[in-house]
């Protein structure tokens, strides 16, 4: 039995990694096409501009949380990111998301949410299981497989690189360059000691211009950042705008490295740098692990090198401003006034007069959840306000559902009641199959009605927020316990 419990918990971390990790990429994928977009748009400008806008990639699909700012994407009037904002985190997908009677998910435009919502499976309180939390376990192993299987690779290619240079020869008065044979091209490799790798034989004029290409990766950090990189896909590998991402970011690494040396070549020499490329190009493939001289777009590149020109300063001057503006837009989730709502986002208070309720534990979960519990609470507020109950986002205060014209009239229940209203599921032989909380030890027990599909209890000195399901089939409409959240005072 513990080594069960132990492999279920196991298995729910690791489902809520999996689900940040989705979290993540469809954040990411926002940025991700915006800064295709601006490559698509401005493809004549230097790409030591554009490619900080790859930063913005990386730290979409890195860091779960973020400032907001002013500037963001996310600001734009069609984004409507009430559903997802969770303080200075996004959760376009619900974590809880397998739990609910009505799955949703977000993308920030509503007709997409209504889209991807209506293919999600809905629990059925007749099914042995819930559908959903099927899925997610099945695509939480498949995701682990993938990841298992890219960091599989690259110990196998990080071995091949090793076999090849093992024999490697430096080059004299060259102490960061090695000739070797069986390469295909010339390389750079390492992270914190760079070293330049090239076949024997090599021409100077084409060793001049392969080593200044190189020099060019290292001074600009492009041996860590392609690992990076690979390591960043390797977790987004069911991703295809990663893909996307990462071949463009590689393309670009390889074309800033050839601006680098254009910039102080002549016409002539660029024609020269041009062949060179050309004569050293090796097969295409997908360079995951090096930085080859010849494996990257060399069409393109050569048509760069024999068109590239020195921007305008003034061109220069806005280039820069434009990345930094991209940077902070891509970077950044909304602030202020929240897309699509038309209300102002309110600081975490309470007005006068009304009394608020946080989530403190998860009392009961029904077994179409497989009982579990909110480890880090639902992020909401419980307000009694006037004749009206509210469920408000802790972080913005922001209303999520409202419950009017409340009596606020408690009616005392008995365990009878309690038992035939909540936990009364049929089984085969007729009786029930789930059991609730035991309420024997409290004295006084009374419950009001927020809707059909919600009561709050007091139970004792203890509130406690009900949610029900509705029964199909030969039951239909009958209601059940779908979880109870007990309540204490928010200060």
Known sequence: MAVLSLLEQLADRMSHVFLTVLNLSAAACYAIVSVLLLRLAFGRLPRKYTFFAWMAVGFRLLCPVSIKSVFSLFNLGFFDMTPIARGNAMAFIPYDVAMMREPKVYTGIAAVNDVLSGSL??????????????????????????????????????????????????????????????????????????????????????????????????????????????????????????????????????????????????????????????????????????????????????????????PAKWLSELAVILAAVLLIALSTNAAGKTPGSGVEQQPLAVPGGRTAYAFKECLYMTPLSSYLVPEEGTGELYIRAGDAFLIADAATMETKAEFEDISWEFIRFDEEWYRSTFFAEYGESGGSMFAGPDISRYENRSYTVLDDSHLLLRMDEETWFVKLGRHGGTHAGEPYCWSIYRLERAE
């Open 121 to 310: 499976p809905v629990p059925d309180p007749s099914a042995s299981v819930n559908p959903l939390q099927v899925w997610e376990l099945l695509l939480t192993l498949l995701w682990l497989f993938g990841l298992l299987a890219f960091c599989g690779y690259a110990v196998i290619s990080f071995v091949k690189i090793r076999k090849r240079i093992a024999c490697a020869v430096p080059v004299a008065g060259e102490p960061d360059v090695f000739e070797c044979d069986g390469i295909p091209s010339p390389f750079a490799w390492g992270i914190l000691r760079h070293r330049i790798f090239i076949p024997f034989r090599m021409g100077e004029k084409e060793r001049r211009h392969v080593l200044a290409h190189e020099r060019a990766h290292i001074r600009g950090g492009d041996t860590a950042i392609k690992p990076f990189a690979f390591l960043l896909l390797a977790v987004h590998w069911f991703n295809p705008l990663v893909w996307a991402a990462y071949f463009c970011l590689c393309r670009d690494m390889e074309l800033r490295a050839d601006e680098r040396v254009l910039a102080d070549m002549s016409e002539h020499e660029r024609a020269e740098y041009g062949m060179t490329l050309l004569s050293l190009a090796a097969p295409r493939r997908a360079a995951l692990s090096t930085l080859g001289f010849g494996e990257s777009s060399i069409a393109r590149r050569i048509k760069n090198a024999l068109s590239f020109k020195k």
